[in-house]
């Protein structure tokens, strides 16, 4: 059986995806919407933004899709699923990507946070706050130990969380939030212990009932050296991850993975597709500081490299309730990805600069994170532009290899942190 895909979404990871997916031997035709340069090599581009319901509508019935992967949050938390569901032409169609309710699991840190704790999933202490309760809020501060952590509740872009070191100017930052910061994401915040340790991310494929782990990944998200500077969307990531063996594996699988796939099914939240756990390990016990209901980006182009068996196996038995009949077979070798960004990015950047070296790459893969097709040329189209991906016996192995081919690249003020994985 033959299947026609269509994946949505733009970047990296979008690219990764479709890279493994080409490998399969069910695939017919691959579509993407609205892709980048990169895709376009491996299948049909759609320029249908991720959040246009109808368009992405249109594109499925006229492009016969058997099967829906949808890459970023934001459609999720819009309810992409329920508007399949919902439609009858479109309501026989695999989707995989959790309704609008399970995707609140990412849209709505208050919603997670009282999930985990009606499940008993190890997490931080916390309090939500809304200007209703602000007062209730300061108080809880003080009884903290410095650092503050503060979430927006909603989407933020990745950019809603604050970690300050002094009392009153945490409080200040509260009343900021609250007062529209982050716009209609932060009126509501969740105050959060600071968790201390060193993070990782897991990720498994659910479709409801059954799960798979797939390669557990680290990524890196501030813009300088040594963890340095401002947030960014990820600057690169590694696979597998050193200080998650067998051991720590485990416990993450029976104390947090289980019970979360236990968790939905109790609350009746029907949810199939990616569950991304934002994982830090303190002296070895693992705590959720976030969930995500999709893959993370950058750790897609590096754990798509170390998936060895088919991912379209995985994508059917997820969306059709079959998991439990597939199995995952993972590569050994470590896998590390390297994201050149454009010049003063995470703040403001120029787009559309001219990128050569592409053909000189051979030995990496190069996923397209933030590129357009100008005529003959590719250009840069966003913050994060490209990961080089690689596969070596060991984790400075493959990033050697990234980095050497990185050097073959170039765009005008291209930078890319060369220490990743100095904390491993």
Known sequence: ?????????????????????????????????????????????????????????????????????????????????????SDEQLKNIRFIGPYKLGAQLEGSKDFAKEFMMRHQIPTAKYLAVTSENLSEGLSFLKTMNSPYVLKADGLAAGKGVLIISDLQKAQDSLREMLDGQFGSASSKVVIEEFLSGIECSVFAITD?????????????????????????????????????????????????????????????????????????????????????????????????????????????GAADGTLAETSIEIDERTAAAVMLV??????DYIKGKVISGLDSIGSSMVFHAGTAQKGEAVCTDGGRVLAISSYGENMHEALNLSYENARFINYEGMYFRKDLGFDL
């Open 342 to 347: 454009s010049g003063g990015y995470p703040g």
């Open 1 to 85: 059986m033959m299947i026609n895909i269509l994946i949505v979404g733009s970047g990296g990871r979008e690219h990764a995806m479709a890279w493994k997916i080409k490998q399969s031997p069910k695939l017919n035709q691959l579509f993407i919407a609205p892709g980048n340069a990169g895709t376009s090599l491996l299948g049909t581009n759609i320029p249908v933004k991720v959040s246009d319901f109808e368009g992405l509508r249109n594109a499925v019935l006229e492009n016969q899709i058997d099967l829906v992967l949808v890459g970023p949050e934001v459609p999720l938390c819009e309810g992409l699923h329920d508007y399949f569901s």
């Open 208 to 316: 409801g009932k059954d799960y798979r782990v797939l390669p557990v990944a680290k990524d890196y998200k501030r813009i300088g050296e040594g963890d340095t500077g401002l947030n960014t969307g990820g600057m690169g990531s590694i696979s597998p991850v050193p200080f998650a063996d067998e051991v720590f594996m485990q416990k993450v699988e029976e104390r947090i993975i289980k019970p979360t796939v236990e968790g939905l099914k109790k609350d009746q939240i029907p949810y199939n597709g990616f569950i991304f756990f934002g994982l830090i390990s303190c002296g070895g016990e693992p705590m959720v500081i976030e969930y995500n209901v999709r893959m993370g980006d950058p750790e897609t182009e590096t754990v798509m490299l170390r998936i060895k068996s088919d991912f379209v196996d995985l994508l059917i």
